[in-house]
């Protein structure tokens, strides 16, 4: 087997513990996370097998306050990795955590993050569903020939697939919520 690898995996804009769960998996199992590429694409170069606790953040103020922010997970001893569609991916050793250390302490600093998920990435997309593909369905099923029938159904599918995200998004949300406020 070769010092690097490649794995695909997807998670959902919810499932950022799941993401952090499988990155500390593979450094566990000797394969430090060097960085994702989309669509999806995780990939790790082999190490000495450690515990390290990885930690994803979600930084809408972009590359404007880069520096102060990465600034401010390094002096708590965090190392910044990479940034990737919007999420701040960390990692520390288990052995220099104090305790149960998490960049998010709380439930209220959780539910504020996932706002700002939401902000970031359903908002827009809600915007070109309302603005882009909801009109080119009602325009191309007024247009009476194979064009406008195929593009139609083209912007329906499409239509279908956002309606799907936006589902599972929001019973991801819901279910976060109910047991946040445990």
């Not at 566990?28 to 450690?50: D, L, M, Q």
């Not at 569609?85 to 504020?112: H, Q, T, V, W």
């Not at 009602?138 to 599918?157: L, R």
Request: aromatic residues 20%.
């Amino acid at each position: 087997m070769g010092s690097m690898k490649r794995e695909f995996k997807f998670f959902t804009i919810p499932q950022w513990k799941q993401e952090q769960e499988y990155l500390r998996f593979q450094h566990n199992n000797g394969w430090r996370f060097i960085n994702v590429t989309f669509p999806g694409f995780y990939h790790f170069e082999k190490c000495k097998p450690e515990d390290v606790i990885y930690q994803l953040d979600y930084n809408s103020e972009g590359r404007a306050c880069k520096t102060g922010y990465v600034k401010l997970f390094q002096d708590c001893g965090w190392e910044y990795l990479q940034d990737f569609f919007g999420y701040s991916y960390f990692r520390k050793p288990a052995s220099e955590m104090n305790g149960n250390e998490e960049i998010f302490c709380d439930d209220s600093s959780r539910l504020d993050f996932m706002k700002r998920v939401f902000k970031g990435r359903i908002i827009p997309l809600i915007i070109i569903f309302l603005c882009v593909i909801i009109p080119q369905i009602f325009i191309n099923s007024h247009i009476n020939n194979i064009y406008g029938k195929v593009f139609t159904g083209i912007y329906t599918s499409i239509a279908i697939v956002y309606l799907v995200i936006f589902l599972i998004f929001t019973i991801q949300v819901w279910q976060y919520c109910k047991t946040a406020k445990k």
